[in-house]
């Protein structure tokens, strides 16, 4: 079986308002999947550095990040980056550009873990609806307009409050959605923002949400998980 995880780790600033990259590293550990969907992993301003150092992540970490960053202190792009473990292989890996008034993108790689290929999916999409929707239509027009199908795992904050329409039902038509509960906010989480939506070819075995003492401080939203199988 495969673990995935989806966290908008908000710059690694908790809920005390603290920035401490170390902690959002104890929870990444503490849910210990095969792959990673971050969300606002970077600064947004100047170099848009990454809030977990890079040689903190090879040092002290299972995981590596899938080369997608334009700048050399980025983790990401557009905050959005990928993880996974190091033993994993990374094929063919590239950013998807998103219709948006502010900056917005999804990254995307095909990778290979425990035998399995995956095509992975990380996206943090608007706060506006219309623009969410163009956003999922960006997104499937370029997973399902592949020239090589494979398994696909999409994931990431959704920034969807409703439970059934909007940009749900357009992911909803060739994608079947972990049943991962509530993550936001992390104190008294209500809204499930944060989703994992998974092809046919994919067996959801297990699905929750990572609630430990670390995580209800660590970030505002409280990371997601699941375990999938082929089916």
């Known amino acids: 079986m495969i673990k995935v995880a989806s966290y908008n780790m908000r710059k690694a600033i908790g809920t005390d308002r603290r920035r401490m990259p170390e902690r959002t590293l104890e929870v990444l550990c503490e849910i210990d999947a095969d792959i990673v969907a971050l969300q606002e992993c970077d600064r ?21 990040a899938v080369p997608i960053a334009m700048r050399a202190q980025s983790m990401g792009w557009h905050g959005n980056a990928l993880l996974v473990r190091k033993t994993a292989d990374i094929g063919e890996h590239r950013r998807i550009e998103l219709p948006a008034l502010e900056p917005r993108g999804a990254v995307t790689a095909d990778i290979t873990t425990d035998g399995v290929e995956l095509r992975v999916v990380g996206m943090h999409l608007d706060l ?13 027009t370029h997973v399902e307009g592949h020239a090589t199908q494979l398994p696909s795992v999409l994931m990431g904050d959704l920034n969807e409050w409703t439970p059934r329409s909007g940009c749900l039902r357009d992911f909803g038509r060739n994608h079947r959605f972990a049943e991962t509960g509530p993550s936001f906010h992390a104190r008294h ?3 499930r923002l944060d989703r994992i939506m998974v ?10 949400v990572h609630s430990s003492a670390a995580a209800r401080k660590a970030s505002d939203h409280l990371p997601i998980w699941a375990t999938l199988e082929p089916a």
């Open 44 to 64: 947004r301003l100047g170099e848009r550095a990454g809030v977990i150092p890079l040689h903190m992540l090879e040092e002290r970490t299972p995981w590596r």
């Open 128 to 140: 506006s609806g219309l623009w969410r929707r163009k956003q999922a239509h960006a997104i499937l």
């Open 189 to 191: 989480p209500v809204g």
């Open 199 to 208: 092809s046919d070819a994919l067996r959801i075995v297990d699905a929750g």
